[in-house]
C-alpha cells in the first residue's frame, strides 16, 4: 500500500544540536514536502521539492534545509535547532492532479 | 486577505445530524482537498476534487471552480466523525493553500 512514513515518531533535541527528519514515500510522487503545525497557525510550509535532487524554499524556510537524494526520500535539517522550532512536522507527498498523502508527524522539543 | 477563507471555525453538532463546511477562493484554484485531522494529529485525505462533486459515504464534497469555492457537507453525523477539518486549495503554481480548519465536535 502507497504511503508516507517518517521518522522518527519523536524526538527531543537540546538547542544547537543538529536535527535531522526523514521521510520515505512509496506513492511514486514527483512533489514533496515539508510543513509544521502549530497551535493556532494550522500547516505552515517550509521546504518542498519536484523530485530528485529539487528543494525549494516554502513559506518559512529560515532555519531549516532540505534534501531529496531520491524519488522516495525527503529530509529536513535543522542545523542548528532552537526551541521556536519546537513543533509537529508533517511530510507528505502529491502531484499536480492527485491526491497528497501524509505521513503520520514527527513531534520535535528542542529543550 | 486570506486566499482560502473557510468557516465555519468550530461546529458543533449532534448525532444523526447534518451540516456543511465551505471554503471560498479568492484566487484561481486548480483543485481542492479536504483533510480531517484526528485527535493523535494524524491528517487523512478525504477528497481531492479538480471539478464537481464526490460522494463516500455520509460525506459529499463540491467545488465550483468559476464560483471559486467548496463545500463539505456531513450526513447523519456520528461520533468518529470528530476532529478538525481543513480545505486546501492548489493555486496556480501547484502549491497547497490552506484553509485555517474547522474544529468539529460530535455530541452524543
Known amino acids: 500500500e502507497a504511503a508516507v512514513t517518517q521518522s522518527p515518531r519523536n524526538k527531543v533535541a537540546v538547542t544547537g544540536g543538529k536535527v535531522t527528519l526523514s521521510c520515505n514515500q512509496t506513492?511514486?510522487?514527483?512533489?514533496m514536502y515539508w510543513y509544521r503545525q502549530d497551535t493556532g497557525h494550522g500547516l505552515r510550509l517550509i521546504h518542498y521539492?519536484?523530485?530528485?535532487?529539487?528543494?525549494e524554499k516554502g513559506d518559512i524556510p529560515d532555519g531549516y534545509k532540505a534534501s531529496r537524494p531520491s524519488q522516495e526520500n525527503f529530509s529536513l535539517i535543522l542545523e542548528l535547532a532552537t526551541p521556536s522550532q519546537t513543533s509537529v512536522y508533517f511530510c507528505?507527498?502529491?502531484?499536480?492532479?492527485?491526491?497528497?498523502?501524509f505521513g503520520s508527524g514527527t513531534r520535535l522539543l528542542v529543550i | 486577505g486570506d486566499q482560502v477563507e473557510q468557516s465555519p471555525s468550530a461546529l458543533s453538532l449532534h448525532e444523526g445530524t447534518s451540516s456543511a463546511l465551505r471554503c471560498n477562493f479568492t484566487?484561481?484554484?486548480?483543485?481542492v482537498q479536504w483533510f480531517r485531522q484526528n485527535s493523535r494529529g494524524s491528517l487523512i485525505n478525504l477528497f481531492y476534487?479538480?471539478?464537481?462533486?464526490k460522494e463516500n459515504g455520509r460525506l459529499k464534497s463540491a467545488f465550483d471552480s468559476k464560483e471559486l469555492y467548496s463545500t463539505l457537507h456531513i450526513r447523519d453525523a456520528q461520533l468518529e466523525d470528530s476532529g478538525t477539518y481543513f480545505c486546501?486549495?492548489?493555486?496556480?503554481?501547484?502549491?497547497?493553500?490552506w484553509g485555517s480548519g474547522t474544529k468539529l465536535i460530535i455530541k452524543p
Open positions: 486546501a486549495a492548489t493555486d496556480s503554481n501547484y502549491q497547497l493553500i
Open positions: 484566487t484561481t484554484t486548480r483543485s
Open positions: 476534487l479538480a471539478s464537481g462533486t
Open positions: 506513492n511514486n510522487h514527483n512533489n
Open positions: 521539492s519536484y523530485g530528485a535532487g529539487s528543494t
Open positions: 507528505a507527498s502529491g502531484d499536480a492532479n492527485s491526491d497528497y498523502t
